[in-house]
């Protein structure tokens, strides 16, 4: 199938009403959400996209996703999303995305890690049984970004709660990965909001189902970077990183 699937998936994308916040920039739920998606464009003609896998029993879940920010797309902009897978590593997948403008300046640039995982079992598989797909891998092509990894997060206050409703689940029954984006963002202090992100990880540790109440926190480390963190009664469901770009000059 490797010759039906293309290396790489350009999505070219207008940034409308519904996508941006109170400042004129996309939304980073929406830069998720369009993520999602042109990796869905990129594998479905080769059997990979969520139906094939769905009557296999099987699901791509994220479990990390680390981005660097050199400005947001704005409100009426025209950019365009390139994504591609770059290698397995194990039971983890590495899938890169770039954000460019008309003029091909580099916007936003990260990479999220999956695991592929049976629905029903709730297991996750090992990378071998994902092989037989022939999803071609670029492992020699990165972007500038550090791969994800595991955060340590320093002490937090509670800041909010949320009650996972039936409109924050997907078809796999839990909150979709994009909606914890918006959580962060809600959980940052006053005087952070608004201001434009530079660095952002996250971790989705553990699926949140509807009905589950998320107790958030948040809190800084010494350096002024801000955490944010949810959990429910079975444990941590995410936990976030976030480097504000007036630090760095943006």
Same mark, same amino acid.
């Given at each position: 199938?490797?010759?039906?699937?293309?290396?790489?998936?350009?999505?070219?994308?207008?940034?409308?009403?519904?996508?941006?916040?109170?400042?004129?920039?996309?939304?980073?739920?929406?830069?998720?959400?369009?993520?999602?998606?042109?990796?869905?464009?990129?594998?479905?003609?080769?059997?990979?996209?969520?139906?094939?896998?769905?009557?296999?029993?099987?699901?791509?879940?994220?479990?990390?996703?680390?981005?660097?920010?050199?400005?947001?797309?704005?409100?009426?902009?025209?950019?365009?999303?390139?994504?591609?897978?770059?290698?397995?590593?194990?039971?983890?997948?590495?899938?890169?995305?770039?954000?460019?403008?008309?003029?091909? %300046?580099?916007?936003?640039?990260?990479?999220?890690?999956?695991?592929?995982?049976?629905?029903?079992?709730?297991?996750?598989?090992?990378?071998? %049984?994902?092989?037989?797909?022939?999803?071609?891998?670029?492992?020699?092509?990165?972007?500038?970004? %550090?791969?994800?990894?595991?955060?340590?997060?320093?002490?937090?206050?509670?800041?909010?709660?949320?009650?996972?409703?039936?409109?924050?689940?997907?078809?796999?029954?839990?909150?979709?990965?994009?909606?914890?984006?918006?959580?962060?963002?809600?959980?940052?202090?006053?005087?952070?909001?608004?201001?434009?992100?530079?660095?952002?990880?996250?971790?989705?540790?553990?699926?949140?189902?509807?009905?589950?109440?998320?107790?958030?926190?948040?809190?800084?480390?010494?350096?002024?970077?801000?955490?944010?963190?949810?959990?429910?009664?079975?444990?941590?469901?995410?936990?976030?990183?976030?480097?504000?770009?007036?630090?760095?000059?943006?």
């Amino acid at each position: 199938m490797s010759d039906i699937i293309q290396k790489e998936f350009v999505l070219p994308v207008e940034v409308t009403t519904f996508d941006v916040g109170a400042d004129d920039r996309l939304r980073l739920s929406a830069v998720l959400q369009y993520q999602q998606e042109a990796a869905e464009r990129q594998l479905a003609p080769g059997g990979l996209g969520w139906q094939a896998l769905a009557e296999q029993g099987l699901a791509f879940v994220a479990s990390r996703w680390h981005a660097t920010i050199q400005r947001m797309p704005v409100m009426g902009e025209r950019v365009t999303l390139t994504t591609w897978h770059r290698e397995r590593r194990g039971p983890r997948f590495f899938r890169c995305y770039e954000w460019r403008d008309e003029q091909g %300046e580099l916007l936003l640039q990260g990479v999220m890690l999956f695991a592929l995982v049976s629905v029903q079992e709730h297991r996750l598989l090992r990378g071998e %049984e994902f092989d037989r797909f022939g999803l071609p891998s670029q492992p020699e092509r990165d972007v500038a970004c %550090e791969d994800p990894g595991k955060l340590v997060v320093p002490t937090c206050s509670p800041v909010d709660t949320a009650v996972v409703r039936w409109s924050d689940t997907d078809r796999n029954g839990h909150m979709n990965n994009t909606r914890y984006a918006d959580l962060l963002c809600d959980c940052l202090p006053p005087q952070a909001q608004g201001q434009p992100l530079h660095d952002i990880q996250l971790c989705f540790s553990r699926e949140s189902l509807q009905g589950d109440r998320l107790v958030l926190s948040g809190g800084t480390d010494e350096s002024g970077v801000f955490y944010v963190q949810g959990e429910h009664d079975r444990g941590i469901a995410f936990q976030a990183r976030v480097t504000m770009g007036d630090a760095h000059g943006l």
